[in-house]
């Protein structure tokens, strides 16, 4: 029965131990949305991990909702993350970006100039986010998507997958869960279309799975992965069946063959944990383990992988503190997603 600290591989990547780094938002993307050194050595730091999932990186202009956060578009952010990926090699890691997308969930502060605010329909999102320009802002109201603005988009989601293989990352992942983008065109409630990407069940799954395909074609099946979280509300997302609709895609998303499964098992009315034993490959389950309950997970069959996102705030070397037995760091919560080294690089 493997442990987490027994090596996997995904797909095409082989990963040193099962103890992985959730995708974290930290809000800290240098000019032109470009990472910077500091961004480097935070991702270096945590390179003992076996698999370190980025950040939610957009993969256009449209696609960027938070204040702060990185692209992976221009040659400025591309060489931004060529030093990531070399940071966290150096330490025999493995990382994976995240592409996200963030549709109706925006703010146009938090933009770059020219961008828009684009979704399945023109349904504003309830709540509010942060910008550093005027504070608590609510979201835009989107501009509904035509056919060709949704096959421009899947299209930039193929280069954005080029473009960070191109920096030296190992694969790519779709954030398809907490109300962005690809769960809008999925979800009863936020897409009201008519044509071939919204009503049918057939016809919600039809962007994801194109989406999966671009991403599959820029960087082969065997360097894809994707996240879910059935019945996530998050981001003012609802739809009439979760369960239906993920069970159903997933079967749709077997035979492209990808690398792996990333499951978010919160509780919102569906069996997440259950849910992923419909995926063929490799399942990745996050959401409040500690090293006990991820090898029990392991033991039960339920997951390959586990991730971890709060302990990676405050434990750089979460394998090595795991191993040691060591009493975790706690994170600072006010330093989440404040510019600046304090909260991010100078924990030990
Ligand atoms: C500061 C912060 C930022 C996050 N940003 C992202 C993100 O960009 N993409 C994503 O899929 N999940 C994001 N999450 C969710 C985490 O990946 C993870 O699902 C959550 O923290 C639960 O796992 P944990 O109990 O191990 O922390 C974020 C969580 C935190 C705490």
């Excluded at 016809?203 to 799975?209: D, G, I, P, S, T």
């Excluded at 820029?218 to 998050?234: D, E, H, S």
Aim: aromatic letters at 8%; one cysteine or more; a negative charge.
């Amino acid at each position: 029965m493997p442990t987490l600290f027994d090596p996997i591989k995904l797909g095409d990547i082989d990963c040193a131990n099962r103890i992985f780094m959730a995708p974290m938002t930290r809000s800290r993307a240098g000019e032109g949305d470009a990472p910077t050194e500091m961004n480097a050595l935070y991702y270096g730091q945590r390179g003992s991990s076996g698999l370190i999932i980025t950040e939610g990186v957009y993969p256009n202009v449209d696609g960027k909702g938070y204040v702060r956060t990185p692209g992976i578009v221009t040659d400025e952010q591309i060489a931004g993350w060529t030093r990531v990926a070399e940071a966290v090699h150096a330490k025999g890691g493995k990382i994976v970006m995240q592409l996200m997308h963030c549709g109706r969930v925006a703010s146009h502060h938090n933009k770059p100039e020219g961008s828009r605010t684009l979704a399945p329909s023109a349904i504003q999102a309830k709540g509010a986010m942060y910008t550093d320009a005027a504070g608590m802002q609510p979201h835009n109201t989107p501009e509904e998507m035509t056919l060709t603005e949704i096959e421009q988009t899947i299209a930039d989601y193929g280069q954005a997958a080029k473009n960070a293989l191109a920096a030296g990352c190992d694969g790519v992942e779709l954030h398809c869960t907490s109300g962005y983008l690809p769960a809008q065109f999925l979800s009863t409630g936020t897409n009201r279309r008519d044509d071939d990407y919204g009503g049918s069940l057939e016809n919600r799954h039809r962007f994801v799975l194109e989406v999966l395909k671009a991403m599959s074609d820029a960087a082969g099946a065997g360097r894809v992965g994707i996240r879910i979280c059935p019945g996530n509300p998050f981001n003012d997302l609802s739809d009439d069946n979760p369960e239906e609709t993920f069970n159903t895609l997933i079967e749709k998303v077997n035979p492209i063959g990808l690398a792996y499964l990333h499951v978010i098992r919160m509780k919102a009315g569906v069996d997440n944990i259950a849910l992923a034993k419909g995926f063929d490959g490799p399942v990745i389950l996050n959401d409040s383990y500690d090293l006990e309950r991820g090898n029990r997970a392991l033991a039960q069959g339920q997951a390959d992988a586990i991730s971890f996102g709060r302990h990676y705030v405050a434990n750089p070397d979460l394998v090595g503190n795991f191993k040691d037995g060591a009493e975790l760091a706690k994170p600072n919560y006010k330093t989440l997603y404040t510019p600046g080294p304090k909260g991010y690089v100078d924990y030990d």
